[in-house]
C-alpha cells in the first residue's frame, strides 16, 4: 500500500497488458480530497514509469475479476449488487492526474413488464419452416 497524505493506493504490476504496453494498474484506492489524490497519483505514474511500465490503469484490483472503474455519473440510487462505490473525490482525482476513459460501462433499471417481451409466433413458424427445408436438403 502507498500513502501520501490521507490518500492510499495498491499498486499492481502484474496487470493485464493494454494496447501493447507494459501496464500496471493502481486499486484501493482512497482520498480525503481531489488535491491529495492527484498528487498521490502522480508520484505513484511517475515511480512506475521510472519502473518501464508505458501504461497505467485505474481504478482497478489488479484486473476486472476484482473491483474496478470509477462511477463518473449516478443517479444517486443503491448500486446494484457488486457494483463499484466511488469515493466522493476519486474521479476528480484520476482526471486531475491526467487519467482518461478508455472504455465505459452504464447500468440502468427498468421496470421487469417493460423488460419482458412475449415471443413472436411469426418467428417460431420461421423457425420451423427452416427445419423442415433443411430436413429436406439432407
Known sequence: MVTRDSARCAIYRDAPEWNHRRTAAIGQFACASAAEGVALL???????????????????????????????ESDLSPPFLLEPISGPHDLAAFRGAGFAAISSYVSARAKLEDAIVAPRPRCRVSLSRLGTAATRTR
Do not use: Q, S
Request: hydrophobic share 50%; charged share 30%; no cysteine.
Open 42 to 72: 502522480d508520484d505513484v505514474a511517475a515511480k512506475l514509469a521510472r519502473e518501464g511500465f508505458e501504461a497505467v490503469i485505474g481504478p482497478m484490483d489488479g484486473d476486472t475479476w476484482h473491483a474496478y472503474r470509477v462511477v463518473a
